[in-house]
């Protein structure tokens, strides 16, 4: 078993939809980030997060530190926000890496 | 946010010579660098991580003599490929931290390495 879940692997949604894209982690954490990879490769450090919630503009992080779970949020849901979007579990210098979810706005 | 340069941004090489990759924090002093590999539809792999002068602490699986990390300022990080093959074709991303009063982790915009 991976060290950090993501779930679900691929997503498609049409414009304008609520995204959740959740990620579950078996380690110790001081931080949990969510990343946006784009196609060319390029990656965005969305949030960086140890309690709550955080929100950006359309995006919202929470994480529950019991339940060793976050959730990341795309509210009204544009086709720019097509990314690979990955959360990593944050530890001493050290992070693991999800697998990423692949997420596909459509028009 | 931070800005993090990555050079070259892709590069071609031919089997047996040597890449170097170079990343550079413009606005912030890295003392720390994570380097990554990532492979196709596949999840950054961490592959070493370096503090400022001193040696890189390497994961398991990768050959410290094959990638030869130099964390000789709090601005630059170069990461060499030596001998390259083409299982090392791959997107290289470095990953500094460090002062500034950032809060968050910054990554390079990564190098894509073709070996043939």
């Known amino acids: 078993k991976n060290e950090v879940e993501q779930s679900p692997q691929n997503l498609t949604a049409q414009e304008g939809e609520f995204i959740t894209i959740n990620c579950s982690y078996s380690?110790?954490?001081?931080?949990l980030h969510w990343l946006q990879q784009h196609p060319g490769g390029g990656i965005v450090s969305l949030f960086m997060?140890?309690?709550g919630k955080k929100k950006h503009g359309r995006l919202i992080a929470t994480i529950n530190i019991q339940e060793k779970h976050s959730s990341l949020h795309i509210t009204a849901s544009h086709p720019r926000d097509s990314a690979v979007y990955i959360c990593?579990?944050?530890?001493?210098?050290?992070?693991?890496f999800g697998a990423g979810t692949r997420l596909t706005v459509k028009p | 946010g931070a800005v993090v340069s990555q050079h070259p941004s892709r590069v071609i090489c031919k089997s047996g010579t040597s890449v170097k990759i170079e990343c550079r924090s413009l606005?912030?002093?890295?003392?720390?660098m994570f380097w990554y590999r990532q492979f196709p539809k596949q999840s950054l792999m961490l592959m070493a991580t370096?503090?400022?002068?001193?040696?890189?602490?390497?994961e398991q699986g990768v050959e410290k003599d094959k990638f030869l990390i130099n964390h000789a300022s709090l601005t630059l990080s170069t990461l060499t490929v030596t001998s390259a093959h083409p299982e090392d074709s791959s997107f290289y991303i470095c990953?500094?931290?460090?002062?500034?009063?950032?809060?968050?982790?910054?990554f390079g915009p990564g190098t894509r390495l073709t070996v043939l």
């Open positions: 990593a579990a944050y530890n001493n210098n050290d992070m693991r």
């Open positions: 380690v110790g954490i001081s931080a």
């Open positions: 997060l140890s309690s």
């Open positions: 606005d912030f002093q890295a003392t720390t």
């Open positions: 370096s503090n400022e002068g001193s040696k890189a602490t390497y």
């Open positions: 990953s500094p931290w460090g002062r500034g009063g950032y809060n968050e982790q910054f």
